[in-house]
Structure formats: C-alpha cells, structure tokens
C-alpha cells in the first residue's frame, strides 16, 4: 500500500507559473500530491508538461506562484539534487562511456557510497537486462538500452520525489513491463512518482491519481476512474475518452495581462 501523507504533502504548487518571453507555458497550476503515490500527469503536446517538471526540479525558474518538493522551495537546487530524480525526455548520458561507467558516475555525483552504488547498479542492470551489454559504450547502445540506462541514473541516488517524462518511450513490451512494475515497486517503498506519459493505460495501470493540462491549466483531477466518470463519455468510456473530452472542444483561454 502506497504510504500517503495528505497533511504534509511530496509536491505542492500555488498558481504556479511559467512565461517564455509572451509566450504563456504554465498558467498557474494548484497541485498537492501525498507523498509515496503515482500522479499520472496528462495532457496534449505543448500544455506545459515539460515546462512543469523542470520547475519542479529546479531546472527553471517560475514566473508566478511557488512550489515545493517534501516542503522544500524548489528553488533550493542543491536540496532538490538529492531530494528528486528526473528522467527527461532526452536524456542527459556520455556517449564516450559506458552504461556501468555512465551509472557510476552519476552516482558519485549524487554522494552515493560507492558499495552501495555499485549494489545498486548490478541489480538495476540485471532487472533490465542490461548486464550482458554494461561495459559497451553507450555510443553502441539502442534507444531502448538508452532509455534504460538513464531510467536507472534517475533512481540511482534513491529520490524522494521521480519526476518521469515519458519512460517507456522506445521500450520493448518487456522492459515496458519492468518499467512499470518498478514505478509501482518505488511507490510501495515511499517515493513519489510524477509520470508524464501519453500512453494512457500505462497510467491506468499505475497511477492513483491523475491530472489532465491543457493549455497551461489544470483541466482535470482525480482517481484515473473519477476523472473518467466525470468527463460523462458514456458507460464503457476509458481514461483516453475522457482525455479526448477534456482537452477538445475548449476554447483557448484568454491570457491575463500580468502576472
Ligand atoms: N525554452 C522555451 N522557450 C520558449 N517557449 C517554450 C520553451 N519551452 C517550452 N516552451 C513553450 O511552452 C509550451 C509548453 O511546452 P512543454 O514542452 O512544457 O509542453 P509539453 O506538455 O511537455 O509537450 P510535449 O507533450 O510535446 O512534450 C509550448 O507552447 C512550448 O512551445
């Protein structure tokens, strides 16, 4: 069972906001998510999913609005560095090196002792099957061995809080799978796992709570079955119905002139 904390919440946001020059990326979003359950975090391409994770992250700054991970400001980068992990989109791995290397090295950079390190990658490459391939360079590796690798550099350190950015893209059914069960795995054990995904039974699969963005605001929250039942698409509607419903048929909201 996930170990919820509804009082004192892993994530929390207040009217975040992100402006890129008179561009309006994030227009201002209220998030709290209990700690130690999966938040599927959807919406159509450019809503500003992206643009969230890096300010939760420390990776950007917000233009508007606040918010913290494990009641810390995420503008504490230094705190954020331990307390969150982060598999972008494209994902940050030294061609030159190789998996094993690439892995230790993060780990030294995240102060993870090295026999706890080197614990720890064995079991990740061997649960992702990996360990055949290890001490190639990554240079040679396939996109799903990329997306491997880096799925692992981002739980490495043991994070409070994941932030995951579509981690199954490219992925064969199998290393899907093991992506999947260990996102629930790392849910049961604490940690907070923020999935962007378009791959909508994948959140159904996982996630206890899901929110809908569209345009830069929160359309829609709830249980994958709430958020379903309320966008009213009929008695056999899924998650992708509702989604569909929730992000068409809206006219684009008028932006304010300020913040
Ligand atoms: N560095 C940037 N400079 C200017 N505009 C940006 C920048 N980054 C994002 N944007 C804009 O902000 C909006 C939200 O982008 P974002 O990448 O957060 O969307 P997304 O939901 O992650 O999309 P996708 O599903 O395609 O990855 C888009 O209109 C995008 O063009």
């Known amino acids: 069972m996930p170990v919820e904390d509804a009082a004192n919440p892993a994530i929390e946001t207040r009217d975040l906001r992100k402006r890129y020059g008179s561009e309006v990326a994030l227009d201002g979003i209220s998030l709290s998510i209990p700690s130690g359950t999966v938040y599927g975090f959807l919406g159509p391409n450019g809503a500003g999913k992206t643009t969230t994770m890096r300010l939760l992250t420390g990776l950007a700054q917000p233009s508007g609005g606040g918010a913290r991970v494990c009641g810390t400001p995420v503008s504490d980068r230094r705190a954020m560095a331990s307390l969150v992990g982060y598999l972008p ?5 030294y061609e030159e090196f190789s998996a094993r290397e690439q892995l230790e090295y993060v780990a030294d950079l995240r102060d993870v002792p090295t026999e706890t390190a080197a614990e720890r990658i064995d079991e990740h490459l061997d649960r992702f099957d990996l360990t055949a391939d290890a001490d190639k360079r990554i240079d040679a590796y396939s996109k799903g061995m990329r997306q491997k690798t880096a799925f692992i550099q981002s739980v ?7 932030f995951l950015d579509e981690p199954t893209a490219g992925l064969d059914p199998r290393a899907a799978r093991r992506i999947r069960e260990s996102i629930v795995d790392l849910a049961d054990a604490g940690t907070t796992v923020f ?3 378009h791959i909508l039974p994948v959140v159904e699969a996982v996630a206890d709570a899901v929110g809908v963005l569209f345009d830069g605001r929160l359309v829609a929250e709830g249980t994958p079955a709430e958020v379903t039942a309320r966008a009213e698409t009929g008695d056999s509607s899924s998650l992708e119905d ?4 929730v992000t068409s048929e809206r006219e684009p909201q008028a932006i304010p002139g300020g913040e």
């Open 89 to 93: 989109e494209t994902p940050p791995l």
């Open 156 to 162: 490495l350190h043991d994070p409070d809080v994941l």
């Open 242 to 245: 509702a989604f569909l419903a």
């Open 195 to 197: 999935l962007s995904t």
